[in-house]
């Protein structure tokens, strides 16, 4: 008895692979093909990419402080934080917001903007 359960029950395992494998596998390509539509639109409506100086931050903590408050400004479209490096790397359509509400938000997160370059 057992020893003829051994290959039906393998059979099935394979075919649960191969399940899964095509199951993994579409998402993954709709991820890439709808990443790669993102940046074609977000070139298109000419974002730009503001590399902030921010004093005072010393951890983690205020890495989310600051990554929170420029998030909710209208027309943030990414932000990056590194409390080592004391920067904020903020994507934003210059339509929709201006670099003074970007610094204003990590002002109202308890920073200091230093300095600001845009690229
Ligand atoms: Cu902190």
């Given at each position: 008895m057992y020893t003829n359960a051994k290959p039906i029950k393998r059979a099935v395992?394979?075919?649960?692979?191969?399940?899964?494998?095509?199951?993994l596998a579409a998402p993954a390509?709709?991820?890439?093909?709808?990443?790669n539509q993102s940046t074609?639109?977000?070139?298109?409506?000419?974002e730009?990419?503001?590399?902030?100086s921010i004093k005072g931050m010393t951890?983690?903590?205020?890495?989310?402080?600051v990554k929170e408050g420029v998030s909710k400004v209208?027309?943030?479209s990414d932000v990056k934080v590194s409390?080592?490096?004391?920067t904020a790397v903020v994507k934003y359509d210059p339509k929709k917001t201006s670099l003074p509400e970007i610094?204003?938000?990590i002002a109202a997160s308890g920073f200091e903007v230093v300095s600001t370059k845009v690229n």
């Amino acid at each position: 008895m057992y020893t003829n359960a051994k290959p039906i029950k393998r059979a099935v395992l394979g075919s649960m692979a191969v399940a899964s494998l095509s199951l993994l596998a579409a998402p993954a390509f709709a991820y890439t093909a709808g990443n790669n539509q993102s940046t074609q639109q977000e070139q298109a409506k000419g974002e730009k990419v503001a590399n902030v100086s921010i004093k005072g931050m010393t951890c983690n903590v205020c890495e989310n402080k600051v990554k929170e408050g420029v998030s909710k400004v209208k027309g943030v479209s990414d932000v990056k934080v590194s409390h080592e490096q004391g920067t904020a790397v903020v994507k934003y359509d210059p339509k929709k917001t201006s670099l003074p509400e970007i610094q204003k938000a990590i002002a109202a997160s308890g920073f200091e903007v230093v300095s600001t370059k845009v690229n």
